[in-house]
Nanobody, 118 residues
């Protein structure tokens, strides 16, 4: 059974840092583009960062450029999101997504809560 399991969320003060992890299993991780999305209360889910399956090319939402870094370790079937200089508006549930390029095949994790508050 395909699984994406996020971890690393929590409560952090403004200006702080968190590192999210997403561990994948039961599919060929290296073939999938990986992304992080987030959804704040009352708002639509939005793309935060993505990394390609080949080449490791990345892209980011304008709101997180220069603060967040997405990376992947194909040997560990894991994708990461390093979040620095966190702001209150980064508060959301963060979801991991796996997408097989050129197809409609994709998977979602269960989400991890990130709360930025003093």
């Amino acid at each position: 059974q395909v699984q994406l399991v996020e971890s690393g969320g929590g409560l952090v003060q403004p200006g702080g840092s968190l590192r999210l992890s997403c561990a994948a299993s039961e599919f060929t991780f290296i073939n999938y583009a990986m992304s992080w999305y987030r959804q704040a209360p009352g708002k639509e889910r939005e793309l935060v960062a993505a990394i390609t399956s080949v080449g490791g090319y990345t892209n980011y939402a304008d709101s997180v450029k220069g603060r967040f870094v997405i990376s992947r370790d194909n040997a560990k079937n894991t994708v990461y999101l390093q979040m620095n200089s966190l702001k209150s508006e980064d508060t959301a549930v963060y979801y991991c997504n796996a997408q097989l390029p050129g197809t409609s095949v994709h998977y979602w994790g269960q989400g991890t809560q990130v709360t930025v508050s003093s």
